[in-house]
């Protein structure tokens, strides 16, 4: 039987974010900064592979939102020139190459899409030989997905009325989508023809930050459904879906593994009693009556049969606890345990802890229906 979609109404949800810059606290640089930088940089160094699909673009300089090093990526001429009518060409240092070093708010609105790409969708960790392009394999590890959720009205074939309503985003491209109802959904199977035609992810980082420059169409470091999908792919989508789920639905259950982003959203309240504890010498008198209670409910093992809290069986939990918690963040953004613990990374356990916790405050605005989540757990011990 084939869906009849002639006569159908479709409702989407235009206004519903896709995508969020990741925060960049950059500070302006002088011209004699600049003018060090751009003395001090070294030749780029590029797999073949990776110069062929950004041929023709113009390489731009700029600080990495979560280390602040100098990293690179590449722009259209395009997107160069969208961001010169948004911000003015004063904060473009160009070099005798032709490239640029960017700074101002220009800088912060480019680092905080890159670090979008890079950690939020997870364009590092998933570049797995770290040869800056990415194939099918390694983009389907990326989290760049993204589909529509709401209802379908059925007589017969007919499909009477498509109401979608919200958007869940950050979705693993081989992994699932949770329905309202709860029902997971096999991304690549439910959203075919856009997955298949490329849109949700690019090959290379720098392609990925020049389409999203681009769909960003109010440069406000968000992306909306509107903004993002034509009226044309978001019919498609919803008629995909709607084909999956009354038609052909499959579901491979070992796909519902957890991911860290996943577990983080239930034991965030936890984690912060937890640093209070550290920041005080673990001393219990810091925490308020609430946090003191949690801790007791949640966390028995800590206290005697008295109710005491013993300080030093905690505090070796604690410090075993950021090691592997260190070592969970760390693979998850794609970044380098030796250069963390090299310090080359400028990303201390504060700051990366803070980080994180960005990342979960962008994926729950990013997906607004909390039925995804409830109940999760996040075990650091494992």
Do not use: C
Request: aromatic share 12%; charged share 30%.
């Amino acid at each position: 039987m084939a869906l009849d979609f002639s006569s159908t109404k479709f409702y989407y949800p235009v206004n519903s974010m896709v995508y969020k810059g990741l925060k960049a606290d950059l500070e302006k640089q002088s011209r004699e900064n600049l003018k060090t930088i751009d003395e001090n940089l070294k030749p780029l160094e590029l797999d073949e592979k990776v110069k062929n699909a950004q041929s023709g673009m113009i390489n731009i300089y700029f600080r990495d939102p979560i280390t602040q090093n100098i990293t690179n990526s590449a722009l259209s001429t395009e997107s160069i020139e969208k961001l010169k009518n948004t911000f003015g060409s004063f904060d473009f240092y160009q070099r005798k190459d032709g490239s640029y070093i960017l700074n101002g708010e220009v800088e912060k609105f480019v680092s905080s899409w890159y670090g979008d790409i890079a950690y939020q969708r997870g364009y590092l960790a998933a570049d797995a030989n770290h040869d800056g392009y990415l194939n099918k394999n390694e983009l389907d590890e990326t989290r760049s997905g993204f589909t529509s959720h709401g209802y379908f009205r059925l007589y017969k074939n007919k499909i009477i009325e498509s109401n979608l309503s919200y958007v869940e985003s950050y979705v693993k491209l081989n992994g699932i989508a949770t329905a309202p109802d709860g029902m997971p959904e096999d991304f690549k199977k439910a959203q075919k023809t856009l997955y298949n035609e490329g849109k949700f992810a690019a090959p290379t980082l720098a392609l990925e930050l020049d389409k999203t420059i681009k769909n960003d169409k109010d440069s406000d470091g968000l992306i909306l459904y509107k903004e993002i999908l034509t009226e044309k792919e978001m019919k498609q989508q919803s008629m995909d879906l709607a084909n999956y789920v009354i038609l052909d639905y499959t579901f491979d259950p070992t796909k519902g593994a957890l991911t860290l982003l996943d577990l983080l959203l239930r034991d965030k309240d936890a984690l912060e009693i937890f640093g209070k504890l550290a920041q005080n010498n673990f001393d219990t008198k810091s925490l308020s009556k609430e946090e003191l209670e949690t801790l007791k409910k949640d966390f028995k093992e800590f206290f005697n049969e008295n109710g005491e809290f013993d300080k030093e069986k905690f505090q070796k939990y604690y410090e075993n606890l950021k090691e592997q918690f260190v070592d969970k963040s760390l693979n998850f953004l794609g970044l380098s345990k030796q250069d963390y613990q090299n310090k080359t990374l400028n990303l201390d356990f504060n700051k990366l802890s803070s980080v994180i916790k960005d990342i979960v405050n962008t994926f729950k605005e990013a997906n607004t229906t909390p039925s995804n989540y409830s109940g999760l757990r996040l075990d650091l011990s494992l």
